[in-house]
């Protein structure tokens, strides 16, 4: 016997070998395809689902997406990538298109949310013939007066006489009754948000003051805020004022005046930290590097601000500053000061500037949220604000305003300072589109006038300037 030698078992033969070996090799093809197959199918479903989201599809209303009224239509934006800017600088600049509002603008949320606060708490109620009075250079007036007029009120928007005529012919045409009147400082008392304040509280005096049995009487009701004016035509009023009785009918239903102040009122924080923040969150899948924006108010920054920080403390909130406005000094300095005025001869009135809706002189309950979180902040010119808005035109097909032109060269200059280019994401408002500047920002005559260049190649020079140059 040899060494190793084996005996096999007498059923064993060549025919059984041959069927064992054709089974093992038929089980493995059958293994190898169906997985094969399987990886084939798993590929293609892939690929059309990828085809699939990027498919024009028709327009369908499904009924969960009908929305009720105007009302309805405000706030979702989306976010749109700036294909231009993004590209050439290696980095995702996001803009949420605040101009597909209905109003037109990122002032549609704060003006809904003011006045559905205040009818919340009693201030107001609709169809009462009640008046909303405001002060603001336009947007707030635009976004209130169609809001307004969903919910049956009256309004006066009280704005400087020298912002573009576009903004006054859309209030005209919603209704609203306009007043202008000259630039001044909020310590003049014809400031255009003072006016707007003291209107409000002489609405219905006449009405009240009937006889000097009732001169002593209040006709301003308690509303627990130093910055919340509402007065009543009601003849249910107290020397230290009334609060709503649900029982009193002629207090419930005689029209009152309402001061919506976007300035202190807080309820501008809120739309913005209850809303436009968790959107953003939301569609950036939570991760967000930086946000971008400018300060009127103070509220869009200071709501989208610190609820992106809630979330990620690392988020950088940069400013973006226009020339005349003091917030640039304040963030760098501690100083709400403009470089174009000396000590000792501050101007009494803000240096003129083409960009319209942000940039203040002065502290509000708004920006007072906003000041301790913001991180950086530039300072942007005229003259580069005219050449972004002309250079997104040619290279992305965006007609945008003049607040939203300053936002998106904050972002380069800050991508610049900080030698950004792997892909981080930064977020920015494009506040409104171009259609309410036709008569200054978007007229060339106009700012030849005014001695200000439109140069699109200023833009390619500052993304050209290399990293780390602090632009």
Not at 441 to 449: A, E, G, I
Request: hydrophobic share 35%; glycine share 10%.
């Amino acid at each position: 016997m040899k060494l190793f030698e084996l005996t096999l078992p007498p059923w064993y033969s060549n025919a059984v070998v041959r069927h064992i070996t054709f089974g093992i090799f038929i089980g493995f093809t059958l293994s190898v395809t169906s997985t094969s197959i399987s990886s084939y199918w798993r590929s293609r479903r892939r690929q059309s689902l990828l085809q699939e989201q990027h498919k024009s599809r028709p327009i369908e209303l499904r009924s969960h997406e009908v929305v009720y009224g105007v009302t309805g239509l405000i706030g979702n934006t989306p976010l749109v990538r700036i294909d231009s800017l993004s590209d050439a600088l290696g980095v995702e600049i996001l803009g949420k298109a605040e101009f597909l509002n209905p109003g037109g603008s990122v002032k549609d949320r704060v003006a809904l949310r003011i006045i559905e606060d205040a009818e919340r708490r009693g201030l107001l109620h609709p169809y009462t013939g009640s008046r909303i009075f405001e002060g603001t250079v336009g947007s707030t007036g635009i976004s209130i007066a169609t809001i307004a007029k969903a919910r049956g009120y009256d309004t006066t928007i009280i704005m400087p006489d020298d912002v573009a005529l576009e903004k006054v012919n859309a209030l005209q045409a919603l209704g609203a009754d306009v007043q202008r009147v000259r630039p001044a400082s909020i310590v003049d008392k014809k400031q255009y948000v003072n006016i707007a304040r003291r209107a409000a509280i002489e609405f219905g005096r006449s009405d009240i003051g009937k006889g000097l049995q009732d001169a002593h009487k209040s006709h301003e009701l308690r509303t627990g805020s130093a910055s919340v004016v509402v007065t009543t035509t009601s003849s249910h009023v107290n020397a230290e004022g009334s609060t709503d009785d649900p029982l009193d009918e002629d207090l419930l239903s005689k029209p009152r005046g309402f001061f919506a102040d976007q300035f202190e009122n807080r309820s501008n924080f809120e739309a913005h930290y209850d809303g436009t923040g968790p959107e953003i969150w939301r569609q950036t899948n939570s991760h967000v590097d930086a946000f971008v924006s400018g300060a009127g108010t103070g509220g869009t920054i200071a709501g989208i601000g610190r609820f992106l920080k809630s979330m990620d403390e690392e988020v950088q909130v940069v400013l973006a500053d226009p020339e005349g406005s003091g917030l640039y000094n304040k963030v760098k300095h501690g100083v709400l000061y403009d470089r174009r005025e000396a000590e000792g001869t501050k101007r009494r009135h803000q240096v003129d500037t083409v960009v319209e809706g942000i940039g203040i002189n002065r502290m509000t309950n708004n920006i007072d949220l906003a000041i301790p979180i913001i991180d950086d902040a530039f300072r942007i010119t005229d003259v580069e604000a005219v050449a972004m808005s002309r250079y997104l035109v040619q290279n992305d097909g965006l007609f945008l305003g003049s607040s939203s032109a300053c936002n998106l060269v904050a972002c380069i200059k800050f991508v610049k300072k900080r030698g950004w280019r792997d892909g981080q994401t930064l977020v920015t408002i494009l506040c409104d589109s171009g259609n309410r500047h036709y008569s200054k920002f978007w007229n060339d005559d106009y700012l030849r006038k005014a001695n200000i260049p439109v140069d699109r190649s200023i833009i390619d020079d500052l993304i050209a300037q290399p990293a780390g140059s602090g632009v």
